[in-house]
């Protein structure tokens, strides 16, 4: 029905930047929020950022000032520029969309398949 599909993690030095992005395809008629998660090992999941899809954004605490989400709705995708990462930032980056379906009718969150992103000191 709708699939999305991270790109962009990997390892980078502290200081380092690197941009996510995840792309939502199929039966898809609209997408209101879109965001990014993300979860270190032995934690919980918590939110990094979310656009709506009148480019409002939210950020959390711990990334305001480093991190911008942004997103093409032509291209049914969303961004996570991420600067000055800390080894604090390494976890597996999720995206999730909010969903409007062509078949069958409906609204529905998603949730992409995750991507890594390990930061060294």
């Known amino acids: 029905q709708v699939q999305l599909v991270e790109s962009g993690g990997g390892l980078v030095q502290a200081g380092g930047s690197l941009r996510l992005s995840c792309a939502a395809s199929g039966s898809i008629f609209s997408i209101n929020a879109m965001g990014w998660h993300r979860q270190a090992p032995g934690k919980r999941r918590e939110l990094v950022a979310t656009i709506t899809q009148g480019g409002s954004t939210n950020y959390a605490d711990s990334v305001k000032g480093r991190f911008t989400i942004s997103r093409d709705n032509a291209k049914n995708t969303v961004y996570l520029q991420m600067n000055s990462l800390q080894p604090e930032d390494t976890a597996v980056y999720y995206c999730?969309?909010?969903?409007?379906?062509?078949?069958?009718?409906?609204?529905?969150?998603?949730w992409g398949q995750g991507t890594q992103v390990t930061v060294s000191s």
């Open positions: 999730n969309a909010l969903v409007v379906r062509t078949r069958p009718r409906g609204e529905q969150a998603y």
